[in-house]
């Protein structure tokens, strides 16, 4: 008889059992037991890009700090342009950028009838605050221009502060920096900033059949590729890489993988050994050097996955399947590593787009499909599925430049329908 107080093991080959969590369950549950890290560092500007800022970014400037012209030009009093005819003025000198206007009497005032020849970004002189563009003026002499009606007062002109108020929070503590965040920051004067200090990752791949490359491989072995995968995957965060190699399936070896991995890293990722084969060792090692908070997810590819904490680090144990390394590391790796690093896990570009490919779907699962993202003849974004789909199938990963989710509902999608895509960049 079977025991009834049995529970039933996850494998990839499941569908569904009731111990299983769905995926935006087990993205809560995961984010709940993560702490951002607290340490800091002060960085040059150049030294900062993706890092996460651990202060407030506040002006003690106004950006522009003067009012300024838009325009190369002229610039004169809004009240003494003119009203129905043309008309003639005096231009009294020239204002370049960084080179103030000032006639001989080291004074800037302009007066009735008169203007200053300015250039752009140079500061406005006193009593100005309209700029008529080079092109609709007509210069009679080096000394007298024209202008026509149809001017506004403050046309041409940046007003200092409107770019940047003096006092004002630029950037929160958290901000994960950007390109130009590096030039706002530069742009109020300040050159080095604190940020957290980047999360350490440690990582190895489980498995007797795993070479390295250059070994010979006998029967029924393989090059270990998830680590190149995830090295891959690492090196575009925020983080510190520690790649800790390939380690056997033997029990003493993996103990003392894990303890040499906790030791070094605020966070540890290993793959293959969580499912329930004679040689899966990963989950049984956790539970006794540390804690296991979830196994089984209701996923495809990706399951069972194991997530946890051992000694101080948090824990990952993605499938050894290939193509599961990544679709699990994007869906819960990656938002852990966010928050752990001090951003908070920020949502990816999802958007829907018609499919042109009938995708077979039993529910009760979330599916991750690789899929091609084009433009059709009429300019609309469609997606393809890379063909064959097993999660061993690396290179359908590397011929995608999108997943395709489906979520647990979804019964299957035929030829024309919306289907919700994630894509890898920005580029097609
Ligand atoms: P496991 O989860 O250890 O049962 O592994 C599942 C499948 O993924 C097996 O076919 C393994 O040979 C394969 N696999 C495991 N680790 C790797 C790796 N590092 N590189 C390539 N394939 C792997
Ligand atoms: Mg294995």
Redesign the pocket.
């Known amino acids: 008889m079977l025991n009834p107080k049995a529970k039933k093991q996850a494998s990839?080959a499941d569908d569904y059992d009731s111990e299983t969590i769905t995926v935006e369950t087990a993205r809560q549950k995961i984010l709940e037991k993560i702490h951002p890290i607290d340490g800091t560092e002060k960085l040059t500007l150049y030294q900062s890009l993706n890092r996460i800022l651990a202060e407030d970014i506040v002006s003690k400037l106004n950006v522009p700090g003067h009012t300024n012209s838009a325009m190369d030009g002229y610039t004169l009093s809004g009240d003494q342009l003119p009203n129905n005819e043309t008309r003639e003025y005096r231009v009294i000198g020239t204002a370049y950028a960084g080179r103030p206007f000032k006639n001989e009497n080291n004074n800037d005032q302009c007066q009735a009838g008169e203007c200053v020849r300015i250039m752009t970004g140079a500061a406005m002189p006193s009593n100005t605050d309209t700029v008529i563009m080079q092109e609709h003026s007509e210069k009679i002499s080096d000394t007298t221009v024209r202008f026509t009606t149809g001017h506004r007062k403050g046309q041409n002109v940046r007003q200092a502060g409107e770019d940047i108020a003096k006092g004002n929070i630029v950037l929160k503590q958290g901000h994960h920096l950007q390109p130009a965040d590096l030039g706002v920051i530069a742009s109020i004067g300040i050159g080095e900033i604190s940020v957290y200090r980047q999360p350490r990752i440690a990582f190895f791949?489980?498995?007797d059949?795993?070479r390295q490359i250059g070994e010979p491989l006998e029967k029924g072995d393989?090059?270990?590729?998830?680590?190149y995968s995830l090295y891959g995957m690492l090196s575009q965060l925020n983080v510190e890489i520690i790649d800790l190699g390939?380690v056997g399936?033997k029990l003493e070896d993996l103990r003392e993988a894990f303890a040499t991995a906790s030791s070094k890293a605020d966070l540890v990722i290993t793959?293959?050994?969580?499912?329930v084969?004679e040689?899966?060792f990963v989950k049984n090692i956790i539970e006794e050097m540390g804690k296991i908070h979830i196994w089984k997810i209701a996923m495809k590819p990706g399951r069972p996955i194991t997530f946890g904490e051992l000694d101080e680090a948090v824990f990952f144990g993605l499938?050894?399947?290939?193509v599961?390394?990544m679709t699990t590391f994007y869906h819960f790796v990656l938002p852990a590593i966010q928050k752990l690093s001090g951003e908070g896990a920020r949502s990816p570009l999802t958007f829907e787009v018609k499919c042109n490919s009938a995708l077979k779907k039993r529910p009760g699962r979330f599916e991750c499909l690789r899929g091609i993202l084009s433009r059709n003849e009429s300019g609309q974004l469609t997606v393809s599925v890379t063909g064959k789909q097993g999660?061993?199938i690396?290179t359908s990963m590397s011929r995608a430049n999108c997943l395709i989710l489906l979520d647990e509902d979804c019964d299957g999608v035929k030829i024309g329908d919306n289907v919700t895509v994630q894509p890898f960049n920005t580029y097609l």
């Open positions: 990839c791949s489980t498995g059949e795993l393989i090059y270990d590729s998830n680590r390939v399936d793959t293959g050994g969580v499912s084969g040689a899966d499938p050894g399947n290939p599961a390394v999660s061993g690396l």
